[in-house]
């Protein structure tokens, strides 16, 4: 089953966030990637952290995050889980 997600609000978000460059960015519902592919693209320095809890969506992700690939992490997890999460990132 294909997950695709337009990401709501992007722009807004995008400002709101006010990314610095260099930034360290934990997307907690990460989920087609959208939001998360706008902020790597403000920065070449910038790295993510993406979760999601659906496996689905965690895979779409990966793929349409792939030019990215070096500069973000994958987890499969509840964002409820966040401090264990970024303990082992
Ligand atoms: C609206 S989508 C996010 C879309 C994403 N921002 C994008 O641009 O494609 C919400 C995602 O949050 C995930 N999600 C919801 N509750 C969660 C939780 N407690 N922990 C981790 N992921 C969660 C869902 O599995 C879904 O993939």
Redesign the pocket.
């Known amino acids: 089953m294909d997950f695709y997600?337009k990401?709501?609000l992007l722009d807004e978000v995008i400002s709101y966030l006010a990314i610095k460059p260099g930034g360290v960015y934990v997307?907690?519902?990460?989920?087609?990637?959208?939001?998360?592919e706008a902020i790597l693209n403000i920065d070449p320095d910038i790295q993510l952290i993406g979760?999601?809890?659906?496996a689905i969506?965690l895979s779409a992700?990966q793929k349409r995050l792939q030019p990215y690939s070096e500069r973000i992490k994958f987890v499969h997890?509840?964002?409820?889980q966040l401090i264990n999460v970024l303990h082992t990132v």
């Open positions: 997600h990401p709501v997307d907690c519902t990460v989920g087609g990637g959208g939001h998360s979760i999601d809890q659906d969506a992700a997890s509840n964002f409820s």
